[in-house]
Nanobody, 119 residues
């Protein structure tokens, strides 16, 4: 069973940057896609960014040009570099992984990490 552990969340001022990390363990050979979702209070969970092993990416329109997803296969780690953060980016960010080559991974989930952007 794949396990995902996120880190890197925190409090940042608007315009600042954060980098989230997601380390995968156990059965990582089966992962063909990883991604990040977020859920703000009172809102549904939404896809932020995803990356397949084949290199396909999928970004939410609201983060295009500001966020970048990447993956270090040697470290079994996915990253989400977040620049030019806005208060609207405040949410719990969840890492997800999938066995299929999908741009909406959902087989496995991390526990989430809080990102708070102050104005």
């Amino acid at each position: 069973q794949v396990q995902l552990v996120e880190s890197g969340g925190g409090l940042v001022q608007a315009g600042g940057s954060l980098r989230l990390s997601c380390v995968a363990s156990a059965g990582t050979f089966s992962i063909n896609a990883m991604g990040w979702y977020r859920q703000a209070p009172g809102k549904q969970r939404e896809l932020v960014a995803a990356l397949t092993s084949g290199g396909r990416t999928n970004y939410a329109d609201s983060v295009k040009g500001r966020f970048t997803i990447s993956r270090d296969n040697a470290k079994n780690t996915a990253y989400l570099q977040m620049n030019s953060l806005k208060p609207g980016d405040t949410a719990v960010y969840y890492c997800a992984a999938d066995r299929s080559f999908t741009t909406r991974p959902s087989d496995y989930w991390g526990q989430g990490t809080q990102v708070t952007v102050s104005s």
